[in-house]
Nanobody, 120 residues
Framework: QVQVVESGGGWVQPGGSLRLSCTTSGFTFSSFVMSWYRQAPGKGREMVATITTTGGSTHYASSVKGRFTIERDDAEKTHYLEMYNLKPEDTAVYYC?????????????WGQGTQVTVST
């Protein structure tokens, strides 16, 4: 059974930091591209950061580049999003995503989301 569980969200003041975690089970974590997405109230879901298998390459949305860092630990089947210098516009529900394209089939797993609120 596939499980994808986010944790680490919460409330933080502008300029603060948070570390999100995504723990997984039920699939071959090391073979999946891992990403973080977010969805703010009234907006669509957007990609925040992606890390390829083996962690060889990362990609960030322009709005978070230089402030967020994505990492993965294949041994723990977990990946992380370190967020620094948070801004009110970072307020959103953050979702963990695992994706693999294999033999023409896309395997796409999502967590339930964790709320991040940045305000005074």
């Amino acid at each position: 059974q596939v499980q994808v569980v986010e944790s680490g969200g919460g409330w933080v003041q502008p300029g603060g930091s948070l570390r999100l975690s995504c723990t997984t089970s039920g699939f071959t974590f090391s073979s999946f591209v891992m990403s973080w997405y977010r969805q703010a109230p009234g907006k669509g879901r957007e990609m925040v950061a992606t890390i390829t298998t083996t962690g060889g390459s990362t990609h960030y949305a322009s709005s978070v580049k230089g402030r967020f860092t994505i990492e993965r630990d294949d041994a723990e089947k977990t990946h992380y999003l370190e967020m620094y210098n948070l801004k009110p516009e970072d307020t959103a529900v953050y979702y963990c995503n695992a994706r693999q394209l294999r033999l023409g089939v896309t395997y796409d797993y999502w967590g339930q989301g964790t709320q991040v609120t940045v305000s005074t």
